[in-house]
Structure formats: structure tokens, C-alpha cells
């Protein structure tokens, strides 16, 4: 293992024990189902449960046992509300309407935050020069926003800042 990789995996751990002694809000991590047609009678979506993750802008940090340890790509997200009656307003208003209605369908709880469409990250050495969020550039790990961003960030400042917004909200800024 490099050593950017093992210092990517380093302040990925420091960042995880620091959001689960503050105890800081985390959401739900999940998987966007479409069953097949149980004779011929089609079901609706669903969004299964992966467990709870912490959100720090573009990376998801795993914070239960089914997700420990484990970094995504930050995806889709959705809040868990009514989803109300298709009313053709718009194309994109009808697509979270449906990721409403499935993050329902999927028992989470009301109010919750679903991130859902999430690429799950390898803590290995397919970071070393990768094009996805986090990669390392010789034995520095950094962060961009998205694969098609060209500005990354270190990673360690990247998470210092984000790590204390969870854990020190400003004002105003929790549910």
C-alpha cells in the first residue's frame, strides 16, 4: 500500500471517530430497487436500506456496523416526505417524486435523508492517479467534488472543514 493511500485511509478513520464521539446527525444509505413483475403484476420501486452514513459533501463515510469502514461517491439524495399525486409538472419534478415515493416504500423514516445512486469508493490502490472523487496524487490524497470537476482539495482539509460542520452546526442549520 502507498503511502498516500494508507494516509487517505488514515484521516478517513480520524474523520469517522471524530463524527461518532460528537454524535453527529448521520442519514440513510440505501439502494434503488425496481422489482421484476411478479406474474405480470409490476411492483413499485423501493429504496432498500444499506445502513446510516455520514454526509460530508461529496463522500459518504459509513457510521453502523453494516457500513463501517466503507467511503462512497456521494449520489442522489432524497428526503423522505409525502410524495403526493403525479401532477406532470416537470420531468425532474416526476423523477423525486418517484424517489420519494420509493424511499417510503422502503420503510424509511419520515423527515430522514436517503442518499441513494452512491459509487462505493475502494480504500486501495486504484486511488493512486484514479479520476473518481478521491485519488491520490503521489503520497498526497485529495477530493473533488465530482469525477468531471478539475479543482481538487487536499483531503485532510476537505475533511477538517466538513467533519466540523457536522459536528458544530452553524446556527440554524439542523432540522
Known sequence: MTDGVARAKAL???ATRALDAADARDEALGEYVEPRALLGIRRDPTIRSLGRVWRVG???LGSSPETAERVWAT???TR???PGRSQFVS???EVRRAYRAAAQKGHSAPGDTVNHS???IP???TLVRSDGVLFVEGDEPFVRWSPTAGDAVPLEGYLADRVALLVDPPKGATD
Open 118 to 120: 452512491a459509487a462505493p
Open 12 to 14: 478517513l478513520a480520524e
Open 58 to 60: 461529496a463522500l459518504l
Open 75 to 77: 449520489g442522489r439524495i
Open 80 to 82: 423522505v416526505t409525502e
Open 123 to 125: 480504500l486501495d490502490e
Open 91 to 93: 420531468v425532474s419534478a
